[in-house]
DNA sequence: AAATGTTATCTGGTATGCAAGAGCGCATAA
DNA sequence: TTATGCGCTCTTGCATACCAGATAACATTT
């Protein structure tokens, strides 16, 4: 702050942005949570890009607090693969493989195939959930007409949020959370590359009436099966970067 | 160290076993992850079982460290499940519940699924892998014999162990294995009421035959089927305590 | 004796201080 | 001019210090 002109190549990116990391700091429940939020939200949407790196010391300047907080955070952001910290070089953002997407996306289709297992044995219950993942999918496709990839995005990433976040299993709940997170990186930098995904609407459509059927192998079959036709679609827009 | 006869009640646990403790600290790579290693280690054996509770200053005397890395560790442990932080209160060693039981079931039965189709895709590239699981289930058979519960155990959890961790999806295998050491803890506490559990060696061997055939749904299915079924015994038996 | 208010203490969260090691640059020598 | 070696700096990991808040015990009053 007090030296607005430091032209430090690796300090740089933190620098231009100082508002949208101050301003992603709200909640009140803990410094490393909100350190935590605050890194994790401007990595996913790519405010911090794959290659930046920083020093601790700077980050928690960023966000007024102290070193603690933040290198906590840190520890977790590299426990998630998010990003790493290099001995004595600082914290980096970690790239995106095609190897880290296809490891991901694996791994959704085992917890989301599991996940619409689990909401399609209790249709009853999920129906509010089952109301919300239709809601996000109507809006994928509001999205499309209007030519909106952020908007699809968004509204996509909020299905299939709720479909795991919602089936009763917590632990299940949280890992797929953070491979989500991973795949909306992921998606964030190579949306502009790809053609308008209009498969996926109807994908969503298949799950949610299994879903809202009981048919538990149906719905798992669907969900496993869109997330492995997502997975192809988002490994070549990787190789091709 | 200096007060071998401090009654509190709270400490005594801890204090009963300090050299199980610091015997398990061996690793240099750092100190966060020496008391990690050590406090799950002694979580999962039950050398601290569940609702021990101590305060983080206590933990740290005994693992002769400071309060930063034993903090980072619990931490760790907490969103693994294994603990929580009390506000003013400490640290404690959480119960398993029947319901946590079946959230770790169900995650099993995805990631396992999927590990074993997985390693069916290779099976020439797996045969080493194979062959691990095959010691493994050869020395279940033999501690079934002998009556040895104990060895029973090991060899069936290296068995899980090398089948998530083989598969080649790091992620995968990394998040299964938080979920095998659960598994492996509510196992040690209800060793002791159980029937000898006869099906599984035959079960392991037909998932080790499908790998190896290549037969991709069949390994997901019998490594599917293995732990749905476990699941249910598990789960019952914890009911009953 | 019981209830309530006050205060001392204890804990986790945070900040700051300290040390060791690796990289980088500069100086010196060939 | 180039290569090599020495030392300074910079960074993380760990230790220590500090603080706010909640609990629990004690005292006081009814």
Redesign the interface.
């Known amino acids: 702050m007090a030296d607005p002109t430091s032209p430090h190549p690796g300090t740089s990116a933190l620098r231009v942005y100082p508002h949208d990391l101050e301003t992603r700091v709200d909640r009140k429940e803990s410094l490393?949570e909100d350190a935590y939020r605050a890194l994790k939200a401007s990595i996913l949407d790519g405010t911090l890009p794959a290659g930046y790196q920083a020093v601790e010391h700077r980050i928690a300047d960023q966000l007024n607090m102290s070193r603690t907080p933040v290198h906590?955070a840190v520890?977790?952001l590299q426990?998630e693969?998010l990003v790493r910290v290099l001995p004595r070089r600082g914290v980096q953002v970690l790239p995106i493989s095609a190897i880290d997407m296809?490891?991901?996306y694996?791994?959704l289709?085992?917890?989301e195939?599991?996940a619409a297992m689990?909401l399609a044995q209790h249709p009853e219950r999920a129906e509010a959930s089952i109301r919300m993942m239709e809601d996000a999918t109507n809006q994928m496709e509001r999205a499309l007409k209007g030519e909106d990839l952020r908007g699809w995005a968004r509204a996509d990433d909020q299905f299939h949020r709720v479909l795991v976040s919602e089936c009763g299993?917590?632990?299940?709940a949280k890992?797929a959370a953070t491979?989500v997170d991973q795949a909306q990186r992921a998606r964030t930098v190579t949306l502009q590359f790809r053609q308008l995904p209009h498969a996926s609407v109807q994908e969503h459509r298949v799950i949610i009436s299994a879903i809202r059927a009981g048919d538990t192998l149906g719905a798992r079959t669907a969900a496993e099966a869109h997330r492995t036709r997502a997975s192809g679609e988002i490994i070549k827009a990787i190789e091709r970067l």
Chains 1, 2 share one sequence.
């Open positions: 490393v906590e520890i977790r426990h693969g296809v490891e991901v694996q791994v289709v085992a917890m195939g599991m689990l299993n917590q632990r299940l890992m491979m």
